[in-house]
């Protein structure tokens, strides 16, 4: 074979950089701005979202992972061991039930944890309210509730958890012959309020409102960056935030 027969074989692109090839300094800006405050914990499909809202970088998401990876770094969201069990079936419309939770987290940068009031609705996966206190209370649910009835209306049910602030204490402490009769045990503060205009329901386990549980995993991920990202340090300037969403 001739030296012109083997150059043949050789493509016309080789030793060429890719037109689609991502340049250098844009290369080193990306990753100086993920290492940085305040993307350094945002997950990777995060990052790309956060690069093309704020920072008008648009790039793939298999590009970034390939540029970010290759430079070291990991993205801070952990791989979960799936669990096999068998998940309850959406309701069949909007409005049908509410799942309603508060979750404990560190969500501002002042390394305190503060408790996010929340609820979801089961058939559209629309998250419906959110308010933050310091604590797990009264006021946040009927904060968060006043938010989802003023704008979504009265649902027909709410799903919860057995907290006391829900279900009293003594509610399973009552006879058959009194059930039967209808006498009701001692109702809670929230369950007065609530108790001409939605069903309460009880979850026995935290998988049985399996959808806010998710979306408190999705929440501790990206609304962290964001109050982060925003300059959001206070409770009271959470607060104010989260009523521009409404």
């Known amino acids: 074979m001739t030296e012109y027969e083997a150059n043949a074989f050789i493509h016309k692109n080789t030793g060429r950089k890719p037109h689609h090839a991502i340049d250098e300094c844009l290369r080193e800006k990306i990753i100086v701005l993920k290492i940085s405050h305040p993307y350094s914990n945002a997950n990777f499909q995060h990052f790309q979202e956060l690069l093309a809202e704020y920072e008008k970088i648009k790039i793939s998401y298999s590009a970034l992972y390939g540029m970010l990876t290759k430079s070291g770094i990991k993205s801070p969201k952990k791989r979960r061991r799936f669990t096999n069990h068998r998940r309850r079936k959406r309701k069949a419309a909007e409005g049908l039930l509410v799942q309603l939770d508060a979750s404990p987290f560190g969500w501002l940068s002042d390394g305190k944890e503060y408790n996010l009031h929340g609820g979801i609705d089961d058939a559209s996966g629309q998250v419906v309210a959110l308010y933050l206190a310091e604590s797990e209370c009264l006021e ?90 925003h300059g959001i340090k206070t409770v009271q300037e959470a607060k104010s935030a989260f009523s521009l969403l409404w």
């Open 140 to 229: 946040g649910y009927f904060q968060t509730m006043h938010i989802m009835l003023e704008l979504y209306g009265i649902p027909v049910s709410i799903y919860s958890d057995c907290h006391t602030i829900f279900f009293s204490p003594k509610k399973d402490k009552l006879s058959p012959e009194e059930q039967l009769a209808g006498k009701r045990a001692n109702l809670t503060q929230f369950g007065r309020a609530m108790g001409q205009l939605v069903f309460m329901i009880c979850a026995r386990t935290p998988q049985a409102k399996g959808r806010i549980e998710r979306l408190w995993q999705t929440l501790q991920s990206r609304l962290t960056v964001e109050l982060k990202y």
